[in-house]
């Protein structure tokens, strides 16, 4: 089931990639979606935009973290699950994507992935994307009730170091999703079946965006998890503290959520103090970051410490830069620190009015999405799909290849996109076609930026189909052995041995073990720092009725 979730992962993820390019080489000034071949398949920008949003973003993280977060833990545990049930959300998940996919391929469901009202799609889209996050909800439940089930026949045991993080992050998961679970159950849904007046699209934005935060960390944690659990042994060396490890999935257990106003700095009735107080928790969500940070940084000099590596940055060279699953996560990695750097940036109040809804906004979110988390699952992916099938992971130096390729591409893609935010270029705009002076005036500046941009493109299209050469010729290719053999789960040595008893466990092992209290805090939390802003919402409320995205400015959205 494992294998399926991942492959309709790759799958959601081949058709988003081909779309990449053409999103690029628009802000390189190239308009390609006026190519008469390509308009029999898309028919605008928006709709390329909408599906490469939605297949790389939502549909691919959706399919690989549910199939592997079901898989780690389940295997941490030696628990036996009911395979059925494993079985029936795998399809829950797969028709809901199949519903929503009618629409959007169709044309009926333009409206970007964060289908903000009152631009209205196909009810088809929404009914659709609502089974796939109901899938993932039920995927979360089983893992944590797998769980419980594992404590009550473990009593005074400490939950291995692997199943601490995977329940961790789904009981992150079920908080974050509240808000788009509410949106679509109290607003859209009743919305676009004409079951209310209209939709006020205030409201639908701020429960969007209670989940749309933290949903990054839903993302990005199953990376942590490889990071922390895993890269270790596969660089040679071992997790580097076990007790901070599990402090950071708590940090990110209680804090992942309740910061999602920062997107809505520019947001009308949402008072400043509240954005203030979201701007410090956003600042404070950072800090697990930096932890992992410094944590998987000394994780990897022991390593290449222990592979002869010497001096004050020589060590590095020593990393086993040859193994592609090393060399992508690490990779991952480094773009990261530039993702980071910029999410913490584009945090803060005084800043954000600059880069708000420019280019900028891609260009960060390529390299934490778009690397840190989907070049980490590619690299997974080079011991996973082996470890699964039994099949030999088919032309490694392309694999290799492939990784530094993706790297070099979002690099450039990321550096374009920030830079031309700094001048001024919009976001989600079909700038190669525009007329507008203001525009022309604003982009001549931008020469070098729209280069960039748009060489990164063709780099990311080499990378992306290099990558997919390899994942299909390894699944494509014989069975050869028993995967739990040649392949094992690269395990890090951990510190507290499996089984350890609580009492003799370290401090913070032990109050990081009552994760169903931490549970219940993380909801006290968001609902702490969401319930005000959401209660005046409502009482200030005004229904709009829905409009087709492309009559918005020409009198058809009121
Ligand atoms: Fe973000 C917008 C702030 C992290 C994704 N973000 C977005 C959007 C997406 C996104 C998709 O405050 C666009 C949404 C839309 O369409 O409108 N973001 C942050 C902050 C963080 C952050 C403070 N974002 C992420 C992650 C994402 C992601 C992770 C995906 C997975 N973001 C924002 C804000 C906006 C925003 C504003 C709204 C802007 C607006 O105006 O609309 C932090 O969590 C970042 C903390 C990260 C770090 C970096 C740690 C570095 C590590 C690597 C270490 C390297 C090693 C390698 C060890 C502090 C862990 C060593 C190498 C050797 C060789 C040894």
Not at 65 to 90: E, K, Q
Not at 198 to 209: C, E, H, Q, S
Request: aromatic share 14%; net charge positive.
């Amino acid at each position: 089931v494992t294998q399926y979730y991942i492959v309709t992962a790759f799958l959601a993820l081949f058709i988003g990639v081909l779309i990449g390019p053409l999103q690029a080489l628009n802000y390189a000034g190239i308009n390609v979606y006026d190519n008469p071949i390509l308009k029999a398949l898309l028919k605008s920008y928006y709709q390329g935009l909408s599906l490469h949003g939605v297949l790389n973003a939502l549909v691919f993280t959706q399919f690989f973290i549910s199939g592997w977060l079901l898989y780690l833990p389940v295997r941490d545990m030696g628990a036996r699950i009911n395979m059925g049930f494993a079985w029936f959300t795998y399809w829950m998940m797969t028709v809901g994507l199949l519903l929503a996919a009618i629409p959007l391929l169709l044309n009926k469901a333009t409206l970007l992935y964060t289908f903000y009202p009152p631009m209205e799609g196909h009810w088809l889209f929404y009914v659709g994307a609502t089974i796939m996050v109901a899938a993932s909800l039920l995927v979360a439940l089983h893992v944590i009730f797998t769980w419980i089930g594992w404590k009550k026949a473990h009593v005074g045991q400490v939950t291995p170091l692997v199943t601490y993080m995977s329940v961790a992050l789904w009981m992150m998961w079920l908080v974050a999703s509240l808000g788009l679970v509410a949106e679509a159950l109290l607003v859209l849904i009743p919305w676009v079946f004409g079951l209310t007046r209209g939709v006020d699209p205030l409201i639908a934005k701020t429960l969007f965006w209670w989940t749309g935060h933290a949903i990054v960390y839903f993302w990005l944690l199953p990376a942590y998890i490889s990071w922390y659990a895993f890269l270790p042994k596969q660089a040679g060396g071992r997790i580097v503290s076990e007790p901070l490890t599990r402090l950071t999935f708590v940090m990110f257990l209680l804090n992942s959520t309740p910061v999602g106003i920062h997107h809505q700095y520019a947001d009308p009735n949402i008072s400043n103090t509240w954005k203030l107080i979201h701007m410090f928790l956003t600042f404070l969500v950072a800090i697990p970051s930096l932890l992992t940070a410094f944590s998987i940084a000394a994780a990897l000099e022991d390593a290449a410490r222990a592979r002869g590596g010497k001096g004050l940055v020589g060590w590095i060279f020593k990393l086993p830069w040859n193994d592609p699953s090393v060399t992508g996560q690490i990779l991952a990695m480094i773009s990261f620190i530039g993702g980071g750097a910029g999410g913490i940036i584009t945090a803060s109040f005084a800043f954000s009015p600059v880069i708000h809804n420019t280019a900028w906004i891609p260009g960060h979110f390529h390299i934490t999405v778009g690397t840190a988390v989907t070049l980490s699952f590619m690299s997974i992916a080079f011991w996973l799909i082996p470890h699964l099938t039994g099949k030999r992971l088919a032309a490694p130096k392309i694999a290799l290849a492939s990784t530094w390729l993706w790297f070099v591409g979002m690099m450039l893609f990321a550096i374009g996109m920030h830079w031309e935010g700094l001048l001024g270029v919009p976001r989600r705009a079909l700038i190669s076609a525009t007329a507008l002076p203001i525009y022309k005036e604003g982009y001549m500046h931008s020469q070098i930026p729209m280069a960039l941009t748009g060489i990164s493109g063709v780099v990311l299209l080499v990378g992306g189909l290099m990558f997919f050469y390899t994942l299909f010729a390894t699944l494509l290719s014989p069975r050869v052995d028993d995967a739990e053999v040649t392949t094992p789960i690269p395990y890090s040595d951990v510190i507290s041995p499996a089984g350890q008893n609580l009492s003799t466990a370290s401090t913070v092992v032990r109050s990081t073990e009552p994760l169903l209290a931490l549970w219940a805090v993380a909801f006290a939390l968001v609902f702490l720092m969401y319930g005000p802003v959401v209660l005046k919402l409502v009482s200030n409320a005004s229904l709009v009725p829905g409009c087709d995205f492309f009559s918005i400015g020409a009198g058809g959205c009121k």
